[in-house]
Structure formats: structure tokens, C-alpha cells
């Protein structure tokens, strides 16, 4: 992927505001008007391009950050959604009819499991959840009425890594649509480029960074994209998941530091890994060599933005868990909360809270423990001081024993 750098395809693109501002003027408007009759009537049927209509199908302000996303995922065209959710539901939707089938990672984020679990079902489509890492079972899932592979690159909790070249394959055989949630991997992992057709992000993550809003994107082909928000039959069109201007406005700014912070990211997730690593803690972290599926990922990812932010350490029991986060809270070093991407490093215990829609019987089968810790390690500046002092939380909750004492 050395030819594909995302973050410059993203500073080559440049807007102005109406009076020369270096950052597009924001369309504080939820209609547009129209010098002639016939124009609006070629708008609705989807003929005039530039010409804006209603603010649910399209503002210049949804476009320019659409137009960014797609320019960093490398795609056609892309539409920006109210949330990560709402990219995801009118994706589904609009691929999937009454009598279709998906087959899906089962590591999946859990409101996306929710939705497929209890929610499509209810619409006559149906689901079946495999493990995602293993390439024959995705294929022996398929059946005639398949339409959808749907994965994460990097799972939501336990860090599961898609072979997305591999399952592209199976798509491309079985005449299936590729959707990828690229939530976890922004620039590192650019899923179209490996094959995937349609890429979506929550952009409440990383993209955005800052923890202020919800946002989520679809980037696709431009005919896919136009698909979503045909005024007659496009499920983001008719169910109205739209983002407002001023949030694409804010999004598209913090979108520009994306790069500077993935780095630092994924340099400081990459520093505590290894360290609590050898201290002996159970680490799960795509950029240590015992991740299972560390060379796949070493071979997917540009490397200028690493392995990510996120990892997760066993400690071994539920309330040691809810100790250790309620000390590490005290002492500022992150905050007990869902969510990720933050500039402060971010914990919880996915299986009581980001996955609790998942059964317990179902965490235990996919490697879901109760003393499991998911952390969005933030943009510190000093990681190793981070490091001795996460440690040393640690050592008062007997979770590690101090350090120069040998372990019997
Ligand atoms: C948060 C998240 C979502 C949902 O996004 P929202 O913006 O909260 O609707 C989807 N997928 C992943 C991987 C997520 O982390």
C-alpha cells in the first residue's frame, strides 16, 4: 500500500469558505432554493449535479466531509449519518431484503450484533455468526440467499483481525457485497483497497477524536452511495439518519489531525502492550508478535500509523476489573467510559457494558472474560510515566506483584 498514503489524500483536497475563509463556510440551511422549476424537478429525479434540494439528502457541508472520508478510504463517494449506527442499519437495509441471509464476524460491535440479532430478523433477514478468522467457515455459512459478509478490521472487544483480502475472495465467488467497519483502523487499514465494496466508520471514535458528538460514514461506490439516498427506494434517505452541518463542520477540522493522533495512538498503545506483556498480564494487542494474527495485520496495515489505540488485559476477575478502573480514575490517568478515541485513554469491561447484548453462555464461547479491561489508550505524552503509574495501581490491587520480586 505504499503508493496509498490516506492522510495525503485527504490534505490534497481543499476548501474555501464564500468569502475566502480557509475552512468551507458551514450551510446553515435545511432547504435550497431554485432559479427554475425544471431544476428542481432533475434534482429530485437525481440529475443535477451541485444543485442542493433538502438537507436530508445532501448539504454542501455532508458533502465536503463525505467527500474527505471517501478521498481517505479510497473510494468513489461516501455519505456521512447521525451516527456510527446509522451508517450501519441503512447499509443493511438497503443491501438486504425480506428472505436474504448475512454471514458476520460474531466479534462484532454489540449494537451491530443487536441489530442483526433482534432486529433484522423481525424484517425476515437473517444471520448467521461465524468466527471470523476462520476463512471455511465464513464459506461453508453461505447459502443461495446470502447477500452481505459483514466484518470488523479490527473486532470490537477482542481485537480479532479480518483477513479482508481472503474474505473479499469468498465475496467476490459467492457474488456477495463486503461491508467492513473500519471503526478501530482509520488510515491504518484502507479495507477497499483490500477488496472490501462498502467501508463504514463510526466517526464518534477516532475521526472525530474529540468525544463531542456521534457521526458515522458509508463509503462505496458513487452508485451505491447515490443508492442510499435515492428519494424514492434509499434507506438513508427514507429513514433519516442525516448529520447536521454544523457536526460535518467540526468533524471535517478535527479530521485533519487524524494522522498526528493515530500515531501517537498507536505508539503509546504499542509501548503499554509490551510492557504489561512482560510484566505477565494476559495483553491482547494486534502489534505484539504473539496476537495471533500479528503477521496478517503487519501486511494489511500502512505502517506511518501502526497498529492502533486500542488493547485489552485480562486481570483475571470481574471486580478486579471494576477495582483497577475505579483506581486508574482516581489517579487521572483515564476515565472508566465506553467509547474510544479520545485524547484521554478510555476503559471499561466490554462484557458488562459495550457487549452486554451479547448472551453470557455466547461471551464465554468467543474468548470473553469477566476480568476483561478494553482500553483506548489515549494521547499522553509521557507513556512511560503512564506505564509506572498504571503499574503501580496495579501492584496495590495484587494484580501485579512489585517490581524486583521474583514470582514463585
Ligand atoms: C461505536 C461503534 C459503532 C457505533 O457507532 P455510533 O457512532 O455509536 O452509532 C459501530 N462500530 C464500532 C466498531 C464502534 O466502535
Redesign the pocket.
Known sequence: MTDFNPADKIQDLQYFGEFGGVNPSISDSSTYTFLSAKTMFDTFEGNAEGCYLYSRHSSPSNLYLGQALAAMEGTEAANVAA????A?SAVLLQLCAQGNHMVSSRTI?G??YAFMKNFLPKLGIKNTFVDITRLDMVEAAITTDTKVLYC?TVS?PLLEVADIEGLAKIAKKHNLKLVV?N??SPLSVAPAKLGADVVIH????FINGSSDT???VTCGTQAFIDSLRNVNDGASMLLGPTMDSLRAASILKNLRTLHIRMKQHSHNALYLAGRFEQDGLKTVYPGLSSHPSHKLYKGMINPEYGFGGMMTLDVGTLDKANELMELMQERNLGYLAV??GFYKTLFSAPGTSTSSEIPPEEQKEMGLSDGLIRFSIGLDNDIERTYRMMRKCMEELDILQPAGTAAV
Open positions: 451516527s456510527g449506527m446509522g450501519i460491535y449494537g451491530t470488523e470490537n467497519d471503526t478501530f463510526s466517526l464518534t471514535k456521534v457521526g458515522g467509547s474510544l
